[in-house]
């Protein structure tokens, strides 16, 4: 029996990447799992792929992070249908790369609602029934940029920042309440993330860039060992940065 049989992960962000990624990773160590995003199709090619792989059960809920009633149907389906949520993976994010004076303000906007707002719902929603049932462990995914700032990725940063500070504050706040919290922040990786960027400026600069050699899979290797821990463990933090070949 895997690791986490009779566990039920929420993974937001399913439909591709990392988050898909975690999905396989947790469904795999034997957890049911609840994939959301606004991508139903793909969800449910996933969940028919984790349901024949790995014999869990796989439940897929069209989710919009950016729509608080939205995330809230999530939590209440997942309870609904499996009694408790033990995971929370906060993974949908948006990496709309622009310079300032490029005032790509609508894409700043995005970019809030989803990076922000998306997990503060998450936290809304899931956090009451992680208290309530004494246990429960939210993974929120951050990000190198929300580390450190690099031209161009200014507003992203500022969400990955805020992202971090929810993290930092949940610990605070949740310790001696059995929920754990995990701030993951991963380095470039291959995903589809930079494909919607429209700053023909960023474009320029990315034109060369050198494939990176993190894959969806390290990250969701590293949500897993942070799941994983014995309840005496809680790691906060986890920094993943890509290791490049000479
Ligand atoms: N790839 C990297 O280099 C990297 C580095 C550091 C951190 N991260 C973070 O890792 C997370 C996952 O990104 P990824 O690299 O796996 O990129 P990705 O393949 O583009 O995945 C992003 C996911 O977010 C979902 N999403 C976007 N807007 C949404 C919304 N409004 N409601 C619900 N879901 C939404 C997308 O699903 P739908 O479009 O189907 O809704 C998709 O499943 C993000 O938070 C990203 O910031 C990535």
């Avoid at 606004?38 to 984790?50: C, T």
């Avoid at 033990?86 to 310079?99: C, E, I, P, R, T």
């Avoid at 997990?119 to 580390?147: D, F, K, R, T, W």
């Avoid at 161009?152 to 500022?158: C, G, H, I, L, R």
Wanted: hydrophobic share 40%.
């Amino acid at each position: 029996m895997g690791k986490l049989a009779n566990k039920t992960a929420v993974i937001t962000g399913a439909s591709s990447g990392i988050g898909k990624a975690a999905a396989h990773h947790l469904a795999k160590e034997g957890a049911r799992v609840v994939l959301a995003a606004r991508r139903s199709e793909r969800l449910q090619e996933l969940a028919d792929e984790i349901i024949n792989h790995y014999g869990v059960e796989a439940l897929v809920v069209e989710t919009d992070v950016t729509k608080r009633e939205d995330v809230e149907n999530l939590v209440k389906k997942t309870k609904d249908s499996f009694g408790s949520v033990d995971y929370y993976v906060n993974n949908a994010g948006v990496m709309l790369l622009s310079f300032l004076k490029n005032d790509h303000i609508d894409e700043w906007e995005q970019m809030v609602d989803v990076n922000i707002k998306g997990v503060l719902y998450g936290i809304h929603a899931a956090l009451p029934v992680m208290l309530e049932q004494n246990s429960g462990h939210m993974i929120n995914v951050s990000s190198v940029a929300g580390h450190e700032v690099f031209p161009s990725s200014t507003v992203y940063s500022a969400t990955k920042y805020a992202v971090k500070a929810l993290s930092m504050g949940m610990e605070k706040e949740l310790s001696g309440t059995g929920v754990r919290v995990t701030n993951i922040s991963p380095g470039a990786v291959d995903t589809e993330l930079t494909d919607h960027i429209t700053d023909g400026d960023v474009v320029e600069m990315f034109k060369d860039r050198k494939m990176t050699p993190l894959h969806s899979e390290d990250i969701a290797e590293a949500i897993s060992y942070a799941i994983t821990q014995p309840e005496n463990v809680n790691v906060n933090e986890v920094i993943v940065r890509p290791m490049h070949k000479k």
